[in-house]
């Protein structure tokens, strides 16, 4: 161990100062020997003055590559799983300058404008609601109707849709800190319109809102019964439907082709609308394909409740959301979202396509074999449902390597093998995958 210039030896104490070679680097040559890391100098001063403390000078080039590898950085998504939450869910592309945008300012009469109407407009226009408001993300969005709406009062939600979608957003828990009081009707698998009309009809009860959940992440089979929101809307308080996902219509206008078979669970904010819901949530970054937000959309007079609420500041997006979500706004407006947005993009990548990506990097590489594969939606949508698939597979477990790849490669491994899915992969970064797969001969 070497400390101070000196080592202890079994209680003799040994000066190294005559041995210039086993002196310990200065902090400042040392931390100036990592500036290859890219790492700003003082992060490299603090890495030098531990390495030098733990006696193991030697190990800061190493403590400097684990803290670069702590940063945010991009990587290749290989893992089939299209929106994974690990990963940030759906990707976006950014495009920004660093000119102000009007965020909050009215370009036609030069006063304060707000922030919502830009993205709200789009959003009610798309989803065939009277308005919208744009919030951080849809946990953010179901607090805040549930606290503008319903504060004090009781909302009625089916025994079945009282869950956790994950990342602890638990109904009966954003209830309690939204200040209004969980009603809950029917039982975990049937619940009929007339266990909701009891509710509303007892007496006391003071039910502002109906709420349905889409259970996002499973499924229950069997004997069943759910109202829908067409039968809700029968009765005589608004109800919330809160999607989840952010598919905004069941027919995907946006796709060539038919809607893919997967999405045949999944509610869809502008079928939600026409069926009666009075407000739909959901999330940015699911099935929309947008960065994270959460929108709540339709009765004009209950959005303008919601952003009146002293809560709506606190959940308000900042001008780079605003921007990135208008912009996935207009391209499902311009029918350009199965080419413009990364997420519609993956789904309709036709299998040839991925078997001839596929083919490619196995030849570029020598390493690997193309096979078919599922992937999977993914952020808890479509529970139970892969679409299929193709990719690279490869003996052995590599994902630690490919990991560690410059710009990392992520897969995922089965029965000892890994899986290079490309459906995940913009076919852009093949350049990388193959570029990694080389790491590993
Ligand atoms: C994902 C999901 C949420 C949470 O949305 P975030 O955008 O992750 O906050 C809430 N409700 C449902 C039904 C969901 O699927």
Not at 133 to 147: E, I, K, S, T
Request: a neutral charge; hydrophobic letters at 45%; aromatic letters at 4%.
């Amino acid at each position: 161990m070497v400390l101070g210039g000196r080592w202890t030896d079994g209680g003799r104490s040994i000066s190294t100062m005559s041995n210039s070679e086993s002196r310990p680097p200065s902090v400042d040559t040392l931390a100036r020997s990592l500036a290859s890391s890219g790492l700003p100098h003082p992060l490299c001063v603090d890495i030098a003055r531990e390495a030098i403390a733990a006696g193991d000078p030697a190990s800061a080039t190493i403590r400097a590559a684990h803290l670069a590898r702590t940063l945010l950085m991009p990587v290749v998504n290989a893992t089939g799983v299209l929106l994974h939450t690990n990963l940030g869910r759906a990707p976006v592309g950014a495009q920004q300058t660093a000119r102000p945008i009007n965020v909050e300012f009215d370009l036609a009469t030069g006063e304060r404008g707000s922030r919502q109407t830009a993205v709200g407009q789009l959003f009610a226009r798309l989803c065939g609601g009277e308005a919208a408001m744009v919030v951080n993300n849809n946990a953010a969005a179901v607090m805040l109707v549930l606290a503008a709406l319903a504060y004090d009062r009781g909302v009625a939600v089916s025994r079945g849709e009282s869950v956790e979608i994950g990342g602890a957003f638990r109904v009966p828990d954003v209830m309690e800190q939204s200040g209004a009081t969980l009603v809950d009707v029917g039982t975990t698998n049937r619940t009929r319109l007339s266990d909701y009309s009891k509710a509303i009809a007892r007496q006391g009860a003071d039910i502002a809102l109906t709420m349905k959940v889409h259970p996002s992440n499973f499924r229950i089979d069997g004997f069943v019964e759910e109202t829908t929101v067409a039968e809700l809307a029968t009765l005589s308080v608004p109800v919330v439907a809160d999607i989840g996902s952010g598919l905004i219509d069941s027919n995907c206008p946006w796709l060539s082709g038919p809607p893919p078979a997967w999405l045949a669970n999944e509610p869809a904010a502008k079928q939600s609308l026409e069926h009666g819901a009075a407000l739909v949530t959901f999330s940015g970054d699911k099935l929309l394909g947008g960065p994270q937000a959460g929108i709540i959309v339709g009765r004009r007079d209950l959005v303008a409740a919601c952003a009146r609420h002293p809560l709506a500041r606190a959940l308000r997006p900042g001008g780079l959301v605003l921007s990135s979500l208008q912009a996935t706004a207009l391209a499902y407006l311009d029918k350009s979202a199965a080419t413009t947005i990364p997420f519609w993009r993956m789904v309709a990548a036709p299998m040839q396509q991925l078997r001839d990506r596929a083919t490619a990097i196995c030849a570029a590489t020598g390493v690997g074999s193309g096979e078919e594969m599922q992937a999977l939606p993914g952020a808890g949508s479509a529970p139970g449902i892969s679409m299929p698939s193709f990719g690279v597979v490869l003996a052995g477990d590599h994902l630690a390597a490919l990991r560690g790849y410059s710009t990392p490669v992520i897969g995922r491994v089965r029965d000892g093998r890994t899986f290079i899915d490309l459906r995940s992969v913009d076919p852009e970064d093949d350049r990388i995958v193959i570029d990694a797969l080389r790491t590993l001969s």
